[in-house]
T-cell receptor, first 115, second 116 residues
């Protein structure tokens, strides 16, 4: 069965520093998608970045990059130059590439950026 | 609308009552998902629609939960005989419904349900 594991319940980072949020996954599918979402205290889930299982390059979106290591089944999120507004919950998710395409989410990492 | 809209934003009800939660997806999105999120947890899949039909309802916890999407746009999640354990944030998401893993879901702000 598909599974997402986020082992860091909470992280602190100094403003302007980079931080890595860990995510490992488990699937027997060859085709799948990996996603990161940000959930601020307001509650809305905000899409950040996507990585396809067949993508050879790591995905980047502005200050966000996804460190994709397929053999290790890891999809860590790297946030560069942290800002106070980055303080939020971060969820890693996986979508099956076939079947019903439902997402599976991890338990999240709460990031606090310190001034 | 520009984004996924969920109403109401908050719903307080008494144990045993019936509630309806509404989701208005992004225009043109054929896929619609419902999730439940308990405090400190990630979203838990409930049901997925492709068009008007429920493609996967394996996440619905029991027969008190039901969802419809009669015209392939707005969806309603219905909970009968509510229990205190149903208290959670109910999230709706929509996507283009692309095949493969690349279909990106966009979420609404959620409905916070409190069952007293």
């Amino acid at each position: 069965a598909q599974k997402i594991t986020q082992t860091q319940p909470g992280m602190f980072v100094q403003e302007k520093e980079a931080v890595t949020l860990d995510c490992t996954y488990d699937t027997s599918d060859q085709s799948y998608g990996l996603f990161w979402y940000k959930q601020p205290s307001s509650g809305e889930m905000i899409f950040l970045i996507y990585q396809g299982s067949y993508d050879e390059q790591n995905a980047t979106e502005g200050r966000y990059s996804l460190n994709f290591q397929k053999a290790r089944k890891s999809a860590n999120l790297v946030i560069s130059a942290s800002q106070l507004g980055d303080s939020a919950m971060y969820f890693c998710a996986m979508r099956e590439g076939r079947g019903t395409y439902k997402y599976i989410f991890g338990t999240g990492t709460r990031l606090k950026v310190l001034a | 609308g520009a984004g996924v809209s969920q109403t109401p934003s908050n719903k307080v009800t008494e144990k045993g009552k019936y509630v309806e939660l509404r989701c208005d997806p992004i225009s043109g999105h054929t896929a619609l998902y419902w999730y439940r999120q308990s405090l400190g947890q990630g979203p838990e899949f409930l049901i997925y629609f492709q068009g008007t039909g429920a493609a996967d309802d394996s996440g619905l916890p029991n027969d008190r939960f039901f969802a419809v999407r009669p015209e392939g746009s707005v969806s309603t999640l219905k909970i009968q005989r509510t229990e205190r354990g149903d208290s959670a944030v109910y999230l709706c998401a929509s996507s283009q419904g692309l095949a493969g893993g690349s279909d990106i879901q966009y979420f609404g702000a959620g409905t916070r349900l409190s069952v007293l």
